[in-house]
Nanobody, 123 residues
Framework: QVQLVESGGGSVQAGGSLRLSCAVS????????MGWFRQAPGKEREGVAV???????NYADSVKGRFTISRDNAKNTLYLQMNSLKPEDTAVYLC?????????????????WGQGTQVTVSS
């Protein structure tokens, strides 16, 4: 069973930066993908950024050029560097993982989820 624990959320003003981390309990060998998703109050969960085991990435249009996803395999940790934050980025950010080689951001395709970390951006 893969367990994911997010950290690094908080409150920042618009234009600020945050770095989220996701600690993975088990090394996921083979082909797999990991990603960041977010869910704002009253809205559906949406994909933010995904990285597969070959390092291919995919970003939501709304965060391209501002967010960067990365991973440290030696530390079993996934990161999301968020710059130039906007109030509309306010949400609970969740880390997720799936088996298979894909940069899909379909929520239903991810098998493992963390509990989430709150990010609040004020104007």
């Amino acid at each position: 069973q893969v367990q994911l624990v997010e950290s690094g959320g908080g409150s920042v003003q618009a234009g600020g930066s945050l770095r989220l981390s996701c600690a993975v309990s088990t090394y996921m060998g083979g082909r797999h993908s990991m990603g960041w998703f977010r869910q704002a109050p009253g809205k559906e969960r949406e994909g933010v950024a995904v990285i597969d085991s070959d390092g291919r990435t995919n970003y939501a249009d709304s965060v391209k050029g501002r967010f960067t996803i990365s991973r440290d395999n030696a530390k079993n940790t996934l990161y999301l560097q968020m710059n130039s934050l906007k109030p509309e980025d306010t949400a609970v950010y969740l880390c997720a993982a799936r088996w298979g080689w894909s940069t899909s951001m379909r929520v239903s395709e991810y098998n493992y989820w963390g509990q989430g970390t709150q990010v609040t951006v004020s104007s």
